[in-house]
């Protein structure tokens, strides 16, 4: 059974960056297409980005495009993130997601990991 780890979070000023890893137990992580979803206190919880299971094909949320990348090899998969905002603060996860036709989707399946906290502020 897949089980995923969530690690690089942090405090970072505005415009500054994080990495943010997603490792998995139990199974190759892959064998699945893989979503980032953050959750900030207050919000409904938001697919930020996802990636296929081959790396060819990602998709961001509207509010991460130009600033936020995922990619992916072997063991981990990972979210760059660039020019950061307050906005971005929350409880990021990783978490499988569906595919279609070889594009992933926000839609998770499986088991969430604790996450972990991005805190934007000066």
């Known amino acids: 059974q897949l089980q995923l780890q969530e690690s690089g979070g942090g405090l970072v000023q505005p415009g500054g960056s994080l990495r943010l890893s997603c490792t998995a137990s139990g199974t190759s992580i892959d064998y699945y297409g893989i979503a980032w979803f953050r959750q900030a206190p207050g919000k409904e919880r938001e697919g930020v980005s996802c990636?296929?299971?081959?790396?060819?094909s990602t998709n961001y949320a509207d509010s991460v495009k130009g600033r936020f990348t995922v990619s992916r090899d072997e063991t981990a998969v990972y979210l760059q993130m660039d020019s950061m905002e307050p906005e971005d603060t929350g409880v990021y996860h990783c978490?499988?997601?569906?595919?279609?036709?070889?594009?992933?989707?926000?839609?998770?399946?499986?088991?969430w990991g604790p996450g972990t906290q991005v805190t934007v502020s000066s």
């Open positions: 990636i296929s299971i081959s790396g060819g």
């Open positions: 978490v499988a997601t569906k595919m279609d036709q070889g594009r992933c989707l926000f839609e998770f399946f499986g088991s």
